[in-house]
């Protein structure tokens, strides 16, 4: 049987892979860090390993054994300003499975990388050969981390995927909880123009891209944006929330350069202090970057498909948020 380590396995993605890879059938190990709380759903059938990604002793032990490695691990949450954090845990982080891989002889590796290696695109929609136009720390590091997987590719031969997920919606998440919390109370306002392109994706349908990609030649050496196939813009998006959730759509407007110019005085303000910046360039890019992207190449190579649209998207995130007494 298929054993997979999917690295990152109690985070929002890593662990709808996890029962994803589970309701396949697949034997399941999974790299946390000691300090996570553990799961219980993840305790029922998965194996767990402890430890940091940044411990190539750790990942060596969490490789041992498995035959494909799905790496998720990121400091996705805290992509602010701490330099050396991004660069151990993303790019270091990313070395140490690749070294483990090659030593351990896995069969393959699936690294997941992010839609942000291609920052605001530069052609509308993006694929997968769209200029690279990285536009914060943790999309500069993802790049490079990227890059290294490729130059791993070469120089080993051994079996990879990249999968660059679309921004994700759904059950267990929190991260767009402020966007329809404050258009909930009427309180939201759009920074900038609003004309700026988003595009979300439901988790069910981005762990598919990943499962699809498993054992599967076809994907070797291949890269896939992988998300929903309906792109709009922040205004629009704004306007459907605010409908499903029966409110009036946010109508204020703040101009993009001060807040930007402020975020930026407050991470110089807060790195020395080594404090997490309450404003950072990288929350200010929500507004800023255009994010509009074809899931043409998965759908020929993969057969992938996905069946949530946009309005499905925000209702079911809405009954999820609801469900959780978060909203
Ligand atoms: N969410 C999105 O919209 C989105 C879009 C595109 C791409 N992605 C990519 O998808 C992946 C998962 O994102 P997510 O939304 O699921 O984020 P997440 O919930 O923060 O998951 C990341 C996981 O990595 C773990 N981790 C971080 N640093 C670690 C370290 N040093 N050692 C071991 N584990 C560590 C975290 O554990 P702790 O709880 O211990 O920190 C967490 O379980 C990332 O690679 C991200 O770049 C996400």
Redesign the pocket.
């Known amino acids: 049987m298929t054993k997979v380590l999917v ?8 662990s709808h892979i996890v029962t994803k890879l589970l309701d396949e059938g697949k034997k399941v190990r999974v ?3 000691p ?2 709380e553990s799961n219980s759903d993840l305790a029922k059938g998965v194996e767990i390993e402890y ?4 411990d190539s002793k750790a990942v060596e032990d969490a490789v041992n054994g498995v035959d494909i490695i799905i790496h ?6 805290k992509g602010g300003s701490d330099k050396k954090e991004a660069y151990d ?1 993303n790019v270091g ?1 990313t070395l140490n499975v690749l070294a483990a891989a090659q030593k351990y002889n896995v069969k393959q590796i699936i690294h ?5 290696v291609h920052g605001t695109v530069l052609e509308i929609p993006a694929t997968e050969t769209t200029a690279f136009n990285p536009t914060d720390l943790y999309q500069e590091t ?1 790049l490079i981390a990227e890059k290294k997987v490729w130059d791993f590719y070469k120089k080993t031969g051994l079996p990879v995927t990249v999968i ?5 919606f759904g059950p267990g ?1 929190k ?1 767009m909880l402020k966007l329809f919390s404050m258009i909930q109370k009427e309180r939201f306002f759009i920074v900038g123009d609003g004309n700026v392109y988003f595009h979300p994706a439901y988790i069910d349908d981005v762990v598919q891209g990943f499962i699809l990609c498993l054992n599967n030649e076809k994907a070797f050496g291949e890269v896939f944006i992988i998300g929903g196939d309906e792109y709009t813009t922040l205004n629009r998006l704004c306007e459907l929330i605010a409908q499903e959730l029966g409110v009036k759509p946010p109508r204020m407007r703040v101009p993009l350069k001060p807040v930007l110019a402020l975020a930026t005085l407050i991470e110089t303000i807060c790195e020395p202090f080594n404090i997490s910046p309450p404003l950072h360039r990288r929350r200010v890019s929500f507004f800023q970057n255009n994010r509009a992207f074809s899931i043409d190449k998965a759908r020929k190579i993969l057969d992938y498909e996905p069946h949530f649209s946009l309005d499905e998207i925000i209702r079911k995130t809405i009954q999820e948020y609801r469900k959780e007494g978060w909203l």
Do not use: M
């Open positions: 690295t990152g396995g109690q985070g929002f993605l890593g790299l946390a860090r300090s996570k430890g940091d990604i940044r998720v691990v990121s400091n996705f949450r845990i982080g997941c990388s992010t839609i942000g993802k660059r997920p679309i921004s994700l998440d991260r």
